[in-house]
């Protein structure tokens, strides 16, 4: 529900109920294209003898690709695809079912991904990006009539649009998300779903909500500058929204992709456990902490409830929070991409034997929502092995074990910088796949011995 806005002199007509909006559900289904998916399912048996052929027994291996994106190097497609490249260095095509199942999960190609599922449109268009310069970004529509629009917070404030000596999050801001929702409001759509993640900001939503409209005041009236990011939400005393966009007014339902274990303050608020990882420093990190805390008390009086610790009000940055003050539903990654990709299903239609998935770190975080456990969860209770790949694996990742991943390795083969890792990426995730693969030939050739 969108806070009181009498305060400011103006007030939304609430005695309408919200228009019906299409289903994604109803819309075209997920299947995966031709030209990405490659299932080969020739009978081992029937092929002439090889290695490969004798150690499955005849019996062709089904393997399910399910990788995450590696952030600023690779996309989920092209993990897949460095994955089965490396996967078929060692079964031939006569041996194995592949199937290839990127999983977006609200970040960076997240928007691209559902339109071309749904078989919607994009637009281009530039924006302001999370360093107040202008960025070119994008926008799809799908449904009927194209009324149900599409974005990925990253296309307008992403990490990777953030350059390295430029990694401040107390001034990156979220402008560039509020202006694609406006874009989305002034073409007539009546549902936005925005996907968070891969945020190279953390000013609480504060920018999106300035370019929608709404003014920061402080507590002699003053407006907080536009698109300042965190720094400045310390001195935050007032929302006035009588300058919000007129369709918000109309009740738009919005809707949001999200980490839905990620709280807006506390010790386990987002300033504090991914400030870091967008180039924060300790004395930056408390700055914004201090920052978020002060706008969960100004939304409070708003809202009338206290967000510092909903789950997805620390999303992308804060981000979630300020799209709780316009009314937005926060919706769990894993409920939603299986709504959008149809995902249980892959699982439903095929007894795999081994899932292999990854992303760009493997840590105490990966349980907090990722995509690699969740993924993990669900092909456990079908029965299917799950190994992750990583591009590092940091403190607390033997806690994945408990998701249900049986094994994991990191792709790197020695110490490097990571500009040398990013620039290897797609070599490193094909070269350790070939090298999982070959282990679990291995594994199968001494089962197989034993029977």
Not at 31 to 41: A, G, K, L, R, Y
Not at 144 to 151: D, F, I, S, W
Not at 181 to 189: F, I, N, S, T, V
Request: glycine content about 14%.
């Amino acid at each position: 529900m969108l806070p009181n806005m009498e305060s400011c002199g103006s007030s939304i007509d609430t005695s309408e109920s919200r228009p019906a909006m299409p289903k994604l559900s109803s819309l075209k289904t997920f299947d995966v294209p031709s030209h990405t998916v490659e299932e080969i399912i020739a009978s081992a048996a029937s092929a002439i003898p090889t290695p490969t052929s004798e150690i499955l027994g005849g019996h062709p291996l089904k393997v399910l690709i399910a990788p995450s994106g590696f952030k600023e190097s690779l996309g989920p497609e092209q993990v897949a695809d460095a994955i089965e490249s490396g996967v078929r260095e060692v079964v031939d095509g006569n041996t194995a079912i592949l199937r290839k199942l990127p999983l977006h999960d609200g970040g960076e190609g997240f928007c691209r991904a559902l339109v071309a599922a749904h078989g919607g449109d994009i637009m281009d268009l530039v924006v302001t990006g999370p360093v107040g310069t202008p960025i070119q970004s994008h926008l799809g529509f799908i449904g009927e009539g194209r009324k149900t629009a599409v974005l990925d917070m990253a296309a307008a404030a992403g990490l990777r649009l953030v350059p390295t000596m430029s990694r401040d999050p107390t001034t990156t801001t979220t402008y560039g998300v509020g202006e694609l929702m406006r874009k989305a409001l002034d073409e007539g759509c009546s549902k936005i779903i925005v996907g968070c993640g891969d945020s190279g900001t953390s000013d609480g939503g504060a920018g999106m909500l300035q370019a929608l409209g709404v003014r920061l005041l402080e507590e002699d009236g003053n407006e907080l500058p536009k698109g300042d990011g965190g720094q400045s939400l310390s001195r935050l005393a007032k929302l006035c929204w009588e300058n919000l966009h007129p369709r918000l007014r109309q009740k738009v339902q919005v809707e949001a992709v999200c980490n839905i274990k990620n709280v807006l303050c506390g010790p386990n608020g987002v300033a504090r456990i991914y400030g870091p990882q967008k180039g924060a420093t300790p004395e930056q990190v408390e700055i914004l902490a201090a920052g978020l805390d002060r706008l969960a008390q100004v939304a409070g009086k708003d809202l009338n409830e206290d967000i510092s610790g909903i789950p997805g009000s620390g999303a992308s940055g804060g981000l979630g929070a300020g799209l709780m003050l316009l009314g937005a539903k926060l919706c769990p990654r894993s409920e939603a991409i299986n709504e959008f990709f149809e995902f249980d299903r892959v699982f439903a239609d095929n007894q795999w034997d081994f899932v292999i998935t990854a992303e760009g770190s493997l840590d105490s975080q990966s349980i907090r929502g990722k995509m690699t456990t969740e993924v993990a969860r669900r092909a456990r209770q079908h029965g299917a092995q799950v190994v992750a790949l990583a591009g590092t694996i940091g403190e607390g990742a033997d806690g994945c074990y408990g998701a249900g991943i049986k094994a994991f390795t990191s792709i790197l083969r020695g110490p490097s910088s990571l500009e040398e890792a990013i620039a290897e990426t797609e070599k490193l995730v094909k070269d350790g796949a070939e090298k999982v693969m070959r282990m679990i030939m291995v594994g199968l050739a001494l089962g197989r011995r034993q029977t």
